[in-house]
């Protein structure tokens, strides 16, 4: 059984620019989250897949958007990159299904993304 | 609006005594509570969640629905529990959302 895996590990983007983030979810799990954590704070989230539908919005604009293939696997895009996009993003995945399902999420390693 | 807080960002306790990681939490939906822990160059791991009503770890959080908190205690502290925790809440008013505190930081003093 492999975990959540994230790419790339590190990026470095200039502000405007466009990003792509991607996530292997666990084997079995359906249901994918993705989360942004800045220095000191706690992670928060942006948005939820599950079978490749969106399941939830957390508080950010539309230039957040994302993806989620038959595979289970996501993409996590951001357009018109600002300074405050500085951070880490995490990647959760669950079995989904039910409630406890939905709440044991296994997170990936993270990819720091750097706007300058 | 929905929010977690963790009043205590560093905590510092020695071995063999009770810890106790505050979490009050604002929603007016069910709350569904969860503790998520990261020790040291790990990633982020699910602790426990109230509706299992398990000790994990020797740790143990009871959801106060009146007092709208969800500490985390063990009574004896070890120096593998030093770690950051962070509590989270899942809401559903459409979808799922999950919010999630700013942590605490936990330090066990031998």
């Known amino acids: 059984e492999t975990g959540v895996t994230q790419s790339p590990t590190h990026l470095i983007k200039t502000r405007g620019q466009q990003v792509t983030l991607r996530c292997s979810s666990q084997s079995g799990h359906n249901t994918v989250s993705w989360y942004q954590q800045a220095l000191g704070q706690g992670p928060q989230f942006i948005f939820q897949y599950y079978r490749e539908e969106e399941n939830g919005r957390g508080n950010f604009p539309p230039r957040f958007s994302g993806l989620q293939f038959p595979n289970y696997s996501s993409e996590l895009n951001v357009n018109a990159l600002e300074l405050d996009d500085s951070a880490l993003y995490l990647c959760a995945s669950s079995p989904g299904g039910g409630l406890a399902g939905v709440g044991e999420q296994f997170f990936g390693p993270g990819t720091r993304l750097t706007v300058l | ?110």
Not at chain 2, 14 to 26: D, T
Not at chain 2, 84 to 96: H, I, S
Not at chain 2, 98 to 106: A, D, E, N
Request: aromatic share 14%; net charge positive; proline share 5%.
């Open chain 2, 1 to 110: 609006a929905q929010r977690v807080t963790q009043p205590e960002k560093l905590l510092s306790v020695f071995k063999g005594a009770p810890v106790e990681l505050k979490c009050n939490y604002s929603y007016s939906g069910s709350p569904e509570l969860f503790w998520y822990v990261q020790y040291s160059r790990q990633r982020l791991q699910l602790l426990l969640r109230h509706i299992s009503r398990e000790s994990i770890k020797g740790f143990t959080a009871d959801l106060n629905k009146g007092e709208t908190s969800f500490h985390l205690k063990k009574p004896f502290a070890q120096e593998e529990d030093s770690a950051m925790y962070y509590c989270a809440l899942l809401a559903r008013p459409t979808g799922n959302q999950f919010y999630f505190g700013t942590g605490t930081s936990l330090t066990v003093i031998p």
